[in-house]
């Protein structure tokens, strides 16, 4: 399906959504295009609506208002790894890279129509907080594609295919690992080690791991 943008981008109204939308911005003014904050409890009218990190499902009214449609990213080869937590699930199924996908909202869970995918390598001494950089490179990446076409005049959007998946919303009780490893032998361990001065470490493919520890009575 090809979406016809009739309208020269120095004058479409842009609206950016969501916590990571410093990644998206950092896009539109790559290419000098005008934009502002969108707000979903007082919306605007407006051309696009841009979204990443947007955790709430968007109203039926927000998704129609843009004249040529709401987009959003997900960190997961959609259909698959719809809904929650994509990177930390990504991690949890051991895969070896996870992918963006830029898809035009519906009323759906993350089943809209995709623009473009983006695969990002996993490295096996990758944290969260690595995985974090790459994933915000990569959006700014995937919009600065989107808006290329954008600004070409043309959208082209596919059905998503493939068979779909959820994942579930983490709690902070999918951080407890004791029925991976011993806790009391861990446990022994890293109080042995200054998290100051000597932190504990693990090694994996010539990388220090540094594990730094902290004690909470909050038995809940």
């Given amino acids: 399906m090809i979406l016809k943008v009739n309208k020269h981008s120095k ?8 916590f990571r ?17 969108f ?6 009218p407006c051309d696009l609506i841009i979204g990443s990190g947007v955790y709430n499902i968007l109203p039926d009214h927000i998704i129609s208002l ?15 790894g719809r809904g929650h937590a994509p990177i930390q699930w990504t991690l949890s199924n051991n895969r070896s890279n996870f992918c963006l996908s830029l898809f035009k909202a519906s009323k759906g869970i993350d089943d809209g129509l995709i623009v473009y995918q983006h695969n990002i390598a996993i490295d096996d001494y990758d944290s969260c907080e690595d995985l974090e950089r790459k994933r915000g490179e990569g959006i700014t990446k995937c919009i600065l594609i989107f808006l290329k076409e954008v600004i070409d005049g043309v959208i082209v959007l596919r059905e998503q295919t493939g068979r779909s998946s959820y994942y579930k919303k983490r709690t902070p009780k999918d951080s ?24 504990a470490y693990i090694t994996i493919n010539g990388y220090k791991i540094y594990i730094k520890y902290y004690k909470d009575n909050d038995n809940k």
Avoid at 11 to 18: A, H, K
Avoid at 39 to 44: E, R, S, W, Y
């Fill in 11 to 18: 004058d479409l109204i842009i609206g950016v959504l969501g």
């Fill in 21 to 37: 939308s410093d990644f998206i911005i950092k896009a539109l003014e790559y290419y000098n295009l005008k934009w502002s904050l």
């Fill in 39 to 44: 707000d979903p409890n007082n919306p605007h």
């Fill in 66 to 80: 843009p004249t040529f449609g709401t987009y959003i990213i997900h960190e997961t080869p959609l259909p698959e």
């Fill in 176 to 199: 407890c690992i004791d029925h991976i490893i011993d806790p009391k032998k861990l446990w022994g361990a890293l109080r042995l080690c200054d998290n100051n001065k000597y932190p």
